[in-house]
T-cell receptor, first 118, second 114 residues
Framework: NAGVMQNPRHLVRRRGQEARLRCSPM?????VYWYRQLPEEGLKFMVY????????ESGMPKERFSAEFPKEGPSILRIQQVVRGDSAAYFC????????????????FGPGTRLTVL | AQTVTQSQPEMSVQEAETVTLSCTYD???????LFWYKQPPSRQMILVIR??????QNATENRFSVNFQKAAKSFSLKISDSQLGDTAMYFC???????????FGKGTKLSVKP
């Protein structure tokens, strides 16, 4: 059973371009979390999706960022008109069960995509 | 706000020695889960150990154990018989989000010296 896959592993964009990050969850997992890790920082939650639904996007900037998890295919985190401050490592984690307050749903992390904005 | 604090940005330990990494957190919840993740230079996030808040017994996984003090909201990680492969960033986390998302500390960079 393959683990969580993310691609590309490294992405370089110039300011103003678009960045698309892809995450394929583990087989049988229909829940995906996206996290961002700025240099010298811990991971910060961005968005939680189930198939075809955004459940919680409270950690995602309101502008330029969007996420989707279609019925078929990987989850996509899209950043429009990237700026230097978007340079970070972006991780996705998948889970077999729905998340909930104080409940345990083990999250399996992908290797991350390192985005560099020139 | 729910927060996780790791007060040791960097630590070092000699190979085969024992080291303890500190973590405190803040939550008003009574039931939650706590985790320690390891992030080696490859950047892959690896779950080291987890603790259920309703369990009084401290979790243990081989050379890794925790000291969980619920009243003090403290969750330290002890690594015994340190190995060179333990060199990594270590993140403390708990699932404090309303949808089970993890809240992470800033991490402790551990170096194991030969």
């Amino acid at each position: 059973n393959a683990g969580v896959m993310q691609n590309p592993r490294h992405l370089v964009r110039r300011r103003g371009q678009e960045a698309r990050l892809r995450c394929s969850p583990m087989k049988g997992h229909s829940h995906v979390y996206w996290y961002r890790q700025l240099p010298e920082e811990g991971l910060k939650f961005m968005v939680y999706l189930q198939k075809e639904n955004i459940i919680d996007e409270s950690g995602m900037p309101k502008e330029r960022f969007s996420a989707e998890f279609p019925k078929e295919g990987p989850s996509i985190l899209r950043i429009q008109q990237v700026v230097r401050g978007d340079s970070a490592a972006y991780f996705c984690a998948s889970s077999p069960r729905a998340g909930g307050q104080s409940s345990y749903n083990e999250q399996f992390f992908g290797p991350g995509t390192r985005l560099t904005v020139l | 706000a729910q927060t996780v604090t790791q007060s040791q940005p960097e630590m070092s330990v000699q190979e085969a020695e024992t080291v303890t990494l500190s973590c405190t957190y803040d939550t008003s919840e009574n039931n939650y889960y706590l985790f320690w993740y390891k992030q080696p230079p490859s950047r892959q996030m690896i779950l080291v150990i987890r603790q259920e808040a309703y369990k009084q017994q401290n979790a243990t996984e081989n050379r890794f154990s925790v000291n969980f003090q619920k009243a003090a909201k403290s969750f330290s990680l002890k690594i015994s018989d340190s190995q060179l492969g333990d060199t990594a960033m270590y993140f403390c986390a708990f699932n404090g989000g309303s949808q089970g998302n993890l809240i992470f500390g800033k991490g402790t960079k551990l170096s194991v010296k030969p």
